[in-house]
């Protein structure tokens, strides 16, 4: 595994177009699935790639990405994926470090919730992967992770796929400490930063860590 960073624009929603705009890198490669287009667009971004059935852009669309440096790749419309999660596929064939994935959040719930559930795929426990809008970002964390953003920054913990067990904080205001979160209770959830970093270890299962930034956007790689 090299370095590589892949920034893969979904059709979700982008609450905040400034907060999006310091997302990208100069040398990420930039991927968008379907109608997640419409986000690189309006970042002033061509893709590297556009991946999916298509039914989300138009034809105007397509051809003004066909006449520049855009590989497309187009999936039939009856198909057992979703276009994000064949964009996902078609990223880690290139064996990334890092991805990102913008704009997976928002609009309609059965789609955000399948993005989340991306963030489970095993291929990825080697990888730094994130959903990231700018303003929120999702890490399923398996043992540990850092947060970086600033004081009074929300962190909420949601327990993903059963129990996380020896959950503990450090940096959050309401400290955990070794406990146990059920995916029935919401003991997890609405926490805050005391400082410009905080973190999160887990013994055994799994979490969700959301991150809502309140102020500007730190600088962190995924």
């Known amino acids: 595994m090299g370095t590589l960073r892949i920034l893969i624009f979904a059709n979700g929603e982008l609450p905040d177009l400034e907060a999006a705009r310091k997302l990208p890198a100069p040398d990420d490669l930039i991927l968008c699935a379907d109608g997640g287009s419409r986000h690189a667009r309006a970042l002033g971004l061509t893709p590297d790639a556009l991946i999916g059935d298509l ?18 790749v187009r ?17 880690l064939e ?25 963030l489970a795929d095993p291929r990825l426990i080697r990888r730094r992967c994130s959903l990231d809008d700018g303003v929120e970002r999702v890490v399923l964390c398996r043992a540990r992770i850092e947060i970086n953003g600033a004081p009074g920054d929300l962190v909420s913990l949601v327990p993903w796929g059963g129990p996380a067990e020896g959950v503990r904080t450090d940096g959050l205001r309401w400290a955990l400490r070794g406990e146990t979160l059920l995916p029935e209770r919401s003991r997890g959830i609405s926490n805050e930063m005391l400082a ?5 270890f887990v013994e055994y299962g799994s979490v969700l860590v959301i991150h809502k930034r309140l102020g500007s956007l730190p600088a962190e790689t995924a």
Do not use: C, M, W
Request: proline share 2%; hydrophobic share 45%.
């Open 94 to 118: 290139r064996d990334p470090a890092f991805i990102v994935i913008v704009g997976a959040l928002g609009g309609r719930l059965d789609h955000t919730l399948g993005n989340i559930a991306l």
């Open 196 to 200: 410009d970093t905080a973190r999160v």
């Open 55 to 72: 039914d989300s852009i138009t034809e105007e669309e397509l051809a003004a990405l066909a006449g520049s440096k855009t590989a497309v």
């Open 75 to 91: 999936a039939q419309r009856d198909k057992d994926e979703t276009d994000l999660e064949l964009a996902l596929n078609y990223a």
